[in-house]
């Protein structure tokens, strides 16, 4: 069973940058059959997926075009976590950020989520 | 603007069984898999059916999952009061490279 727990402010002004961290419990950020999403939702936009890393012999990155630029996602195996890093935030980044364990093809398991406010 | 179309709200009485829609396209549903998710008040998506049609562990066989061509179904039957919840569909996109959501669909238990 993995667990997937989150940290991080839940107010960040405008024009700097959000950062979460999602701690692994259960399984491993290394892990060569699983993928390590961030995803938000907000009233406006919904359900939107940002970005994923994943490990097959070397580390790979998908990140969503509408942050593209301003996303890093970043894993730590030292901790066995992943990061968000969204630069130059809006109000519309305002939203409820989870993060995800993809397994199998499907995204199985999701963190508790962490409201972030963009305001000043 | 979802890229996977649902209908905003569906309901239902105890014990009736309710379907809802999920649309796609030829990158997402019509190539791969959906998912489809339970969402309590103030709580984090619950994977309900994962490969168009299979249920987790622990997910009661009440639910299940269909998929046709570009579009994707979950049906809820033996409704019950606890099912009062938001349900959202997704699948990957290989258009995108991404994961893409429906808009979801709140269901009310009458």
């Known amino acids: 069973q993995v667990y997937l727990q989150q940290s991080g402010p839940g107010l960040v002004k405008p024009s700097q940058t959000l950062s979460l961290i999602c701690a692994i419990s259960g399984d491993s950020v290394s892990s060569n059959s699983a993928t390590w999403s961030w995803i938000r939702q907000s009233p406006s936009r919904g359900l939107e997926w940002l970005g994923r890393?994943?490990?097959?012999?070397?580390?790979?990155?998908n990140y969503a075009v509408s942050v593209k630029g301003r996303i890093t996602i970043n894993p730590d195996t030292s901790k066995n976590q992943f990061s968000l890093q969204l630069n130059s935030v809006t109000p519309e980044d305002t939203a409820v950020y989870y993060c995800a364990r993809g397994y199998g093809g499907n995204i199985d398991s999701w963190g508790r989520g962490t409201l972030v406010t963009v305001s000043s | 603007q979802s890229v996977l179309t649902q209908p905003p709200s569906a309901s239902g009485t105890p014990g009736q069984r309710v379907t809802i829609s999920c649309s796609g396209g030829?990158?997402?549903?019509?190539?791969?898999?959906a998912n489809w998710y339970q969402q309590l008040p103030g709580t984090a998506p619950k994977l309900l059916i994962y490969?168009?049609?299979q249920r987790p562990s622990g997910v009661p066989d009440r639910f299940s999952g269909s998929k046709s061509g570009t579009s994707a179904s979950l049906a809820i039957s033996g409704l019950q009061s606890e099912d009062d919840a938001d349900y959202f569909c997704?699948?990957?996109?290989?258009?995108?490279?991404?994961?893409?959501f429906g808009g979801g669909t709140k269901l009310t238990v009458l």
């Open positions: 890393t994943y490990y097959r012999s070397k580390w790979f990155y």
């Open positions: 030829s990158s997402n549903i019509g190539r791969n898999t």
């Open positions: 490969s168009s049609n």
């Open positions: 997704a699948a990957w996109d290989d258009s995108l490279s991404g994961w893409v």
